[in-house]
């Protein structure tokens, strides 16, 4: 099995930034794609960014030009850097990896607020 952790969640005031890690573990697989959701209470879940095979990158229109996902040379740990943060950007996120099946990371808090 795969397992993700994510950690880099936190409070930040409105324009500040935070960068998100998501970490694997467990069995050595090639994933297809993996990429970070977010979720806020009484809302849907949004997909916010993907990476998919070696660098093909897709972002929601809400944070385009803000956000940018990445990873690490060995495929171990991917990150979302988050700038120019607002209040609306506020949400769990969730990292997750399509490897065949889809796994998902526990999910990181992220609060914007003044």
């Known amino acids: 099995q795969v397992q993700l952790v994510e950690s880099g969640g936190g409070w930040v005031q409105p324009g500040g930034a935070l960068r998100l890690s998501c970490a694997t573990s467990?069995?050595?697989?090639?994933?297809?794609?993996w990429g970070w959701y977010r979720q806020a209470p009484g809302k849907e879940r949004e997909l916010v960014a993907t990476l998919i095979g070696n660098r093909f990158t897709n972002y929601s229109d809400s944070v385009k030009g803000r956000f940018t996902i990445s990873r690490d040379g060995a495929w171990n740990s991917i990150y979302l850097q988050m700038n120019n943060l607002k209040a609306e950007d506020s949400a769990v996120y969730l990292c997750?990896?399509?490897?065949?099946?889809?796994?998902w990371g526990q999910g990181t808090q992220v609060t914007v607020s003044s």
């Open positions: 997750y990896a399509d490897w065949g099946p889809r796994t």
């Open positions: 467990g069995r050595a697989v090639s994933f297809n794609a």
